[in-house]
């Protein structure tokens, strides 16, 4: 496997046995994790992983104030690595560590946003498992990262989307995002943010 081996030696990833979930950024109303947190839930209990073998990480601050009550109803309080709210850098790292990203979108988001997240998880190149509303920047994730994609009440579907992700994993077949997502993702910003401040010229 010397893929695989070349891959394990890159100095900002360092070898882990441990699965790294990772969901970055705020903890809100448009971005609610309770359907996830119970696929998670599923995932585990069938695969019968402990907290040795897989970790979820949340990196943002808590904006529902309920984040923590939909963990303890999961019993995942041993599983979850709560950061709260970081710098810019940190999230950066929490990219870098994690083996999938995760992204919500719950109902109530207008169709045609496009969430800053968004890029920062094109740019990652990891794999996105990708759980609700079909908004324009989840549009540009399924176009363009390695993605899963679960409706978002779709329990079953998002622990088995883990379960798959996890095989891969184990076997160091994660698929990684096409080598010029990076450069897309900040010209689509850039462009993104020229349109923007043209629509707000005009007003």
């Known amino acids: 496997?010397?893929?695989?081996?070349?891959?394990?030696?890159?100095?900002?990833?360092?070898?882990?046995?441990?699965?790294?979930?990772a969901f970055v950024g705020s903890i809100s109303a448009y971005t609610i994790p309770q359907t996830f947190?119970?696929?998670?839930?599923?995932?585990?209990?069938?695969?019968?992983?402990?907290?040795a073998e897989v970790r979820l990480n949340f990196v943002g601050a808590d904006l529902t104030g309920e984040f923590l009550n939909w963990v303890r109803q999961h019993d995942?309080?041993?599983?979850?690595?709560?950061?709260?709210?970081v710098s810019h850098e940190e999230a950066v790292a929490s990219f870098q560590q994690a083996d999938v990203l995760v992204y919500i979108v719950s109902a109530?988001?207008?169709?045609?946003?496009?969430?800053?997240?968004?890029?920062?998880?094109?740019?990652?190149?990891?794999?996105?498992?990708?759980?609700?509303?079909?908004?324009?920047?989840?549009r540009i994730?399924?176009?363009?990262?390695?993605?899963?994609?679960?409706?978002?009440?779709?329990?079953?579907?998002?622990a088995r989307s883990l379960l798959a992700f996890y095989a891969e994993f184990h076997h160091h077949t994660l698929p990684a995002a096409p080598a010029q997502t990076?450069?897309?993702?900040?010209?689509?910003?850039?462009e993104q943010l020229a349109a923007l401040l043209e629509n707000h010229h005009h007003q």
Request: include cysteine.
């Open 37 to 51: 947190l119970a696929g998670f839930k599923q995932f585990v209990d069938i695969a019968q992983l402990s907290p």
């Open 76 to 85: 995942l309080e041993a599983y979850l690595n709560w950061r709260g709210y």
């Open 141 to 158: 994730l399924l176009e363009h990262a390695a993605c899963r994609y679960c409706a978002f009440e779709a329990i079953a579907d998002i």
């Open 108 to 138: 109530g988001v207008g169709d045609t946003i496009i969430p800053s997240k968004t890029f920062e998880y094109l740019a990652a190149q990891k794999p996105v498992l990708a759980i609700g509303e079909q908004i324009e920047g989840m």
């Open 182 to 190: 990076e450069r897309f993702a900040r010209a689509y910003q850039t």
């Open 1 to 21: 496997q010397p893929l695989a081996l070349a891959r394990r030696k890159q100095p900002a990833a360092p070898p882990h046995e441990r699965f790294e979930l």
